[in-house]
């Protein structure tokens, strides 16, 4: 997590995704050591429900989940970690991320009405 950053502070990271190339399962993208007070700082985020909001290419991105009746629906961005059920006296900070592309057939043509 980046250092002296505002809550509201938009932050661009570069990663590379390249798509119809060989599927990797998992990349590390970054490693970063955290001391006692921004674990803290972190967990404390966690507890306060606090999330990722990440663009790509402009469009934002969404967490798939499934609500009490077992239906799915999408969630703008992603929980910053868990603090539910064995996590409540300890956050655990979602650190990996399975992510999927869907993207509509692109036109050969296309028409204005």
């Known amino acids: 997590m980046p250092r002296n950053l505002p809550h509201t502070h938009s932050l661009f990271i570069p ?9 990797h399962t998992c990349k590390t993208l970054c490693t970063q050591d955290v001391t006692a007070g921004e674990a803290k700082f972190i967990n404390d985020r966690i ?28 969630d703008m961005g992603f929980n910053l970690g868990n603090n539910e059920d064995q996590f409540s006296d300890q956050p655990a900070l979602n ?7 869907r993207c509509d057939q692109v036109l050969s ?5």
């Open 15 to 23: 990663w590379k995704i390249e798509m119809l190339k060989d599927n």
């Open 109 to 113: 043509t296309y028409q204005l009405k």
């Open 95 to 101: 650190n990996h991320y399975d992510i999927v592309f």
């Open 47 to 74: 507890r306060e429900d606090y999330a990722l909001n990440w663009l790509v290419d402009g469009l934002p991105a969404a967490e798939m989940k499934v609500d009490r009746n077992e239906d799915i629906f999408f």
